[in-house]
């Protein structure tokens, strides 16, 4: 065996092991809840968007998490599948990088694939949940891979073809892979304008990559046609992105700039972001001088497309680890320091002050999530015995906020038609506060919990409703237990 191939498989077992200590325990995170319940709720009759669940993601994960709940209820084959999902993407790492880089690839696939796990192991990049992330990563990357396969051999067709396939399954999980048929066709154009390719015969294979990113869009079009759930998977796939950007924009809240939740993004990723920053700045003084490579163009644009989500919210996204990875990894392989003694020095120091900046937020939101994850859900357990204690089964009652988990583990349901599984703040707040109030009080839904992380702000309507409607009769932890005033 090759030492290469040796490599990533010590590498990937490491990473299983790992994640296995740190991780597959874990109890389920929100979105994880979410996609469980409404998956669930699928396999029961209920049509997603319409009859469960506000979620502003495309329907994927509820295709794949459905077809898993047919045949077990276990978190953990579900967390089992998205630990199969990153390792089989950091294999498509390792194989683009081979794509890419003639020179030192061996060393440089075997670093990016090493990084992008690296990556996935961070507590705040969310790499261990089941979520819509692992599988639409996986996807682009293959999508990427056999794009990079149709490049180096024009006249092969079938590349083509699996590269939109890729692409457009990868959408139907995530809208972000919307970009990946741009990063394409911009790809192409360059190699026309460059005269690297004929025209030609570029636009042909453009057509038929297109056609196969169309397919499986088409495909759940006319599925959730058929189920009567399309407009409502349109409005929510829509709007959720609409009210997100409304909602966390820097643009229109600049005063989120300085949020927690940033500053911790930009400390743990700031080794990957400055070393591609600094590749990335080398590549556009060799796209100037016209001596930039056909594989540095690409990798340049494929970082460049995934920028979007960072300049709109100021956050990282899982579309962008890959790119980062493997550009750190140039710059690692690559990188020569400055000969001044000073500048050279200086130069070391920042990038360990950045690994060190990195490691130390990462263990110290390690030891959090640890401690506080497996806290807060033994509240969500006593809250949820409380309401199956005093509740009787078809009982539907209330959340305000984004707690799923609560339905799973009471083995009650929320009212039909109520949007209250998925981003609470962004698709409740001015756009169906009203609504929910009429189901309330046309159901008579003597329950509502109100988990405190989420501010009367969010929906300040309703709040007032339940406060002036409602007692509080109990309160578990961070959650407050009301019930309908006779």
């Known amino acids: 065996m090759e030492k290469s191939k040796r ?59 459905s077809a898993v709940l047919s045949f077990t209820d276990s978190i953990q084959a579900l967390r089992f599948g998205a630990l199969m999902a990153n390792m089989l993407s950091a294999v498509l790492v390792y194989l683009i990088c081979n794509i890419l880089f003639s020179d030192r690839k061996t060393v440089k696939s075997t670093l990016a694939a090493a990084l992008f796990m690296v990556i996935n192991l961070m507590p705040g990049m969310n ?31 079938k590349y083509a073809v699996a590269a939109g396939l890729a692409a457009g399954i990868a959408l139907v999980f995530k809208q972000l892979a919307i970009t990946l048929p741009l990063l394409f066709v911009i790809f192409f154009l360059y190699l026309i304008i460059t005269k690297q390719k004929q025209f030609k015969k570029v636009f042909l294979n453009g057509a038929i990559l297109i056609g196969g990113f169309a397919i499986p869009v088409v495909l759940v079009i006319l599925h959730f046609s058929l189920i009567g759930g399309l407009d409502s998977m349109i409005y929510w796939a829509v709007n959720g992105v609409t009210n997100q950007y409304n909602t966390e924009s820097i643009f229109l809240h600049p005063e989120t700039i300085n949020s927690l939740a940033r500053i911790y993004q930009f400390s743990v990723m700031a080794p ?59 710059f690692f392989v690559d990188f020569k320091p400055p000969k001044n003694s000073a500048k050279k020095y200086l130069t070391y ?72 599984l998925a981003n609470f703040n962004i698709q409740v707040k001015g756009v169906y506060e009203n609504v929910t109030i009429m189901i309330l009080k046309e159901q008579k839904i003597n329950y509502i919990i109100h988990e405190t992380m989420t501010k009367p702000e969010d929906a300040p309507v309703l709040f007032d409703y339940i ?11 961070r959650f407050v237990i009301y019930k309908r005033n006779q």
């Open 7 to 65: 490599n990533l498989i010590l590498i990937l077992f490491a990473y299983l092991v790992l994640y296995s200590i740190l991780y597959i325990g874990l109890p389920m995170s929100e979105d994880e809840s979410n996609i469980y319940y409404v998956s669930e709720k699928w396999n029961e009759g209920h049509t997603p968007y319409k009859d469960y669940s506000g979620d502003s993601k495309t329907p994927g994960m509820y295709y794949y998490t």
């Open 127 to 157: 790499g261990y949940f089941f979520q819509v992330d692992r599988l639409f990563v996986l996807f682009s990357l293959a999508s990427v891979y056999f794009f990079l396969k149709h490049i180096n051999l024009l006249d092969s067709k």
């Open 272 to 330: 990957f972001w400055l070393a591609s920053l600094v590749v990335s700045l080398v590549f556009i003084v060799k796209l100037f001088k016209n001596k930039i490579s056909r594989s540095e163009m690409f990798l340049l644009l494929w970082l460049i497309s995934t920028l979007h989500v960072m300049v709109l919210l100021l956050a990282f996204q899982a579309s962008q680890f890959a790119p980062l990875a493997i550009m750190t990894a140039v």
């Open 349 to 420: 120091t920042i990038m360990i002050f950045m690994i060190f900046l990195s490691l130390s937020v990462n263990i110290y939101s390690e030891y959090n999530l640890q401690t506080t994850r497996k806290a807060f859900y033994q509240q969500e357990i006593d809250a949820a015995k409380y309401i199956k204690d005093h509740t009787v089964e078809g009982e539907a009652i209330y959340m305000f906020g984004y707690r799923p988990s609560i339905f799973i583990l009471s083995n009650r349901d929320p009212p039909p038609n109520a949007p209250v």
């Open 467 to 477: 406060q002036n409607n409602y007692k509080v009769e109990t309160t578990i932890g």
